[in-house]
T-cell receptor, first 111, second 110 residues
Framework: DVKVTQSSRYLVKRTGEKVFLECVQD?????MFWYRQDPGLGLRLIYF???????EKGDIPEGYSVSREKKERFSLILESASTNQTSMYLC??????????FGSGTRLTVV | GEDVEQSLFLSVREGDSSVINCTYT??????LYWYKQEPGAGLQLLTY?????DMKQDQRLTVLLNKKDKHLSLRIADTQTGDSAIYFC??????????FGTGTRLQVFP
């Protein structure tokens, strides 16, 4: 069963901490994405990547960075976590044809 | 610009049909999608339609596309309690970058 795996379902971090959210896909997909989901706002694109070592800013990249050193892994980094980054984070991957496959999400709370 | 709008809530009785609506603004969108998100889970692709189609049916699901009005709908026949979830529509000009709506929370009551 093909899948996108996010390493943590729940995380609690302190303000100012550096936070790593990991995402791994086993479908050999070229494209990977990070979204955050907030009530009433839907999904907002943070960063995406079309290939290894490539990254592009989405709609809300401020306060985030990403890393894609291997095709199957796409990491989201919060350089200095803040309370307004408390959210559900969703990773997805896709080919250029069939829509996205999503991970189960990581619910991050910054205190 | 790119903007996808949905109503936030829909409540239906078990056994009735549900219709979830979506409007989009980018007339050059090529693909339109419906995703389902169950509580505590990621999004699951339900169905998609190419912009050169008017309708697509898949078991209990019917997707209608009105390109002139930029309106997309998802009809769920014989709605069950297991259909309770958040439903997202999404559009894209390229299949590698989707724009999602805000999501419609469907509540099914007995």
């Amino acid at each position: 069963d093909v899948k996108v795996t996010q390493s943590s379902r729940y995380l609690v971090k302190r303000t100012g901490e550096k936070v790593f959210l990991e995402c791994v896909q086993d479908m050999d997909h070229e494209n990977m994405f990070w979204y955050r989901q907030d009530p009433g706002l839907g999904l907002r694109l943070i960063y995406f990547s079309y290939d290894v070592k490539m990254k592009e800013k989405g709609d809300i990249p401020e306060g985030y960075s990403v890393s894609r050193e291997k095709k199957e892994r796409f990491s989201l980094i919060l350089e200095s976590a803040s309370t307004n980054q408390t959210s559900m984070y969703l990773c997805a991957s896709s080919t250029n044809r069939d829509g996205y496959t999503f991970g189960s999400g990581t619910r991050l709370t910054v205190v | 610009g790119e903007d996808v709008e949905q109503s936030l809530f829909l409540s239906v009785r078990e056994g009735d049909s549900s219709v979830i609506n979506c409007t989009y603004t980018d007339s050059s969108s090529t693909y339109l999608y419906w995703y389902k998100q169950e509580p505590g889970a990621g999004l699951q692709l339900l169905t998609y339609i190419f912009s050169n189609m008017d309708m697509k049916q898949d078991q209990r699901l019917t997707v209608l596309l009105n390109k002139k009005d930029k309106h997309l709908s998802l009809r769920i026949a014989d709605t069950q309690t297991g259909d309770s979830a958040i439903y997202f529509c999404a559009e894209s000009k390229k299949p590698d970058k989707l724009i999602f709506g805000t999501g419609t929370r469907l509540q099914v009551f007995p």
